[in-house]
Every structure is written in structure tokens, then in C-alpha cells.
């Protein structure tokens, strides 16, 4: 059984995003200081943008060995490489660029222009991570030290959408035909490769999140809000701002930031 989720509300968005960067360097410090490659799923959106920035300015940045990371995205809208809505060319802008990445242990998923099929651009990422897994990693995919998601208004995550198919899928990753918000077609890990990951950090802010975020934590069901299912193997954490927190139920043990 995974222990339940916390939830830790920071004063505004740029507070939080500040709070989950010097959480993400010291988490990265302590995995490489065990002789380990951290492995990171990456999110995409403006909080994202605002995490990456936050890292790629930071003091302490440098005590991350970045060419010793491993870097994965949990979805990807499917569009031309270096379409500036891409979720990897949103990352390479605000943090990839300013630090000493090794190409080889970056995985984008795989751009329109270079296989024009989603299916098989899906099937390729499993391949991918099939081929990066280990005996150790128990299962097909790596195990993630941590992925990071945002939760739409309508409590989709990744491009995991409410009553969607692609909830039931069973592969590692799925195509995603007919997205309710633009563009429509994707592709993203499910449900399960989500989950397989020692933590989950849902990062969200705003008012219009909040509904969400409080359907989510109160024991929704998973095909009508899909944040309730990701869960990390070892803590969940549930990152907020006061607005996406004005919601949560009354009974839900948070910490606030000062």
C-alpha cells in the first residue's frame, strides 16, 4: 500500500516555483552522492517553465553533475521537432540550455516530422524505455526517481484525459487521437509507467485548478479525474500555490509555506 499523499501550499507561484527547485537539487545532490543517475519524467505548461527556470538560475545548480541525470517527459504533444509548443523544446529553452546535459540520456519523444505516425512514435518511446531498463528496475521501463506532473482544469494529466481510452491502455505509452485541448493528437505514458516511479510530485497553481485538485484528493474516480491515479512507490506530494489550494478539503493535513 503507498503511503497517502502530502500536501504542502507555498504563498504564490513563484514562491513554489522556487521551493520545488531547491527540493529537485537536493533530491538530484543526494541520488548522485549514492552513486546513482537520477531519472527524471518532465512535465511541460507554464508551471513547468517556471520550475525551470527557477533551476537553470539557481546558485546551486551546479551541485547537480547534469551530464549524469537522465531526462524522460511524460507527454508530448505530437508537432514538429522544435515547434515552439513542444514540450521538449519548452525545457530546452528554459533549463536544457543552460546546463551540461548529456545528449545520450535524454529522451524526447519522437516529433512529427521524423515519423508522422503516433502509434508507432509510441511504440518507438516504449522501445526506448525498454531498452534503457535494468533487471534492478523490476518491469519493462526504468523505475523514475521522480516524475513530475501538472493537472489540467478538467483533471487530466500528462495527455491522460477524463473518459478518455487511452486510460485502459496497458502499453507503456499510447497515442492520443482527439484530445479535448489543442493539439489534438499526442502521446504519453500511461497510467501504470506514471506509477512507476519511487516519488510523484503534482506541481499546480491557480484558481482554476483548485476544483480539480480537490477532486483529485477526495477519492475521485480515476476515469473521471485522471490525477487521482498517478502515486509515487515511495511519496506522493501534491506542490500547491494558496489558489490551487483554496479547494482542498477541510480535512486534508497540508503544510503551509511562510
Given amino acids: 500500500m503507498t503511503a497517502a499523499p502530502s500536501v504542502l501550499v507555498h504563498h504564490s507561484p513563484g514562491q513554489l516555483a522556487e521551493a520545488v527547485c531547491a527540493r529537485l537539487l537536493t533530491s538530484f545532490v543526494d541520488i548522485q552522492s549514492a ?18 527556470a527557477a533551476i537553470a538560475s539557481s546558485a546551486a545548480r551546479d551541485a547537480v553533475d547534469w551530464s549524469r541525470v537522465e531526462l524522460w517527459w511524460g507527454d508530448e504533444r505530437f508537432l514538429p521537432d522544435g515547434h515552439k509548443d513542444r514540450n521538449i523544446t519548452q525545457a ?20 512529427a516530422d521524423v515519423m508522422d505516425d503516433p502509434d508507432l512514435a509510441a511504440a ?27 493537472v489540467g482544469p478538467d483533471g487530466h494529466v500528462a495527455s491522460l484525459f477524463p473518459e478518455q481510452p487511452a486510460l485502459h491502455d496497458e502499453r507503456a505509452v499510447v ?24 516519488e510523484v510530485w503534482f506541481v499546480v497553481v491557480g484558481a482554476e ?50
Avoid at 518507438?124 to 501538472?150: C, I, W
Avoid at 475521485?220 to 500547491?240: F, K, M, S, Y
Wanted: proline residues 9%; positive net charge.
Fill in 35 to 52: 552513486g546513482q543517475v537520477p531519472r527524471w519524467v518532465l512535465t511541460g505548461g507554464s508551471v513547468a517553465d517556471r520550475v525551470h
Fill in 92 to 111: 530546452r529553452r528554459a533549463l536544457l540550455d543552460h546546463v551540461n546535459v548529456d545528449e545520450t540520456r535524454v529522451h524526447p519523444m519522437p516529433a
Fill in 124 to 150: 518507438a518511446y516504449e522501445q526506448t524505455l525498454k531498452s534503457n531498463a535494468s533487471a534492478l528496475d523490476h518491469g519493462d521501463t526504468p523505475r523514475f526517481d521522480l516524475v513530475m506532473l501538472g
Fill in 175 to 198: 497515442a492520443v487521437r482527439g484530445a479535448p485541448k489543442p493539439p489534438p493528437t499526442r502521446i504519453s505514458l500511461t497510467m501504470a509507467t506514471l506509477c512507476h516511479s519511487r
Fill in 209 to 258: 485548478k483548485a476544483q480539480a485538485v480537490h477532486n483529485a484528493l477526495s477519492g475521485a474516480g480515476v476515469l473521471q479525474v485522471p490525477a487521482a491515479g498517478p502515486h509515487g512507490e515511495q511519496r506522493t506530494l501534491w506542490l500547491l500555490d494558496r489558489a490551487a489550494a483554496s479547494g482542498l478539503p477541510a480535512n486534508l493535513p497540508r503544510h503551509s509555506s511562510p
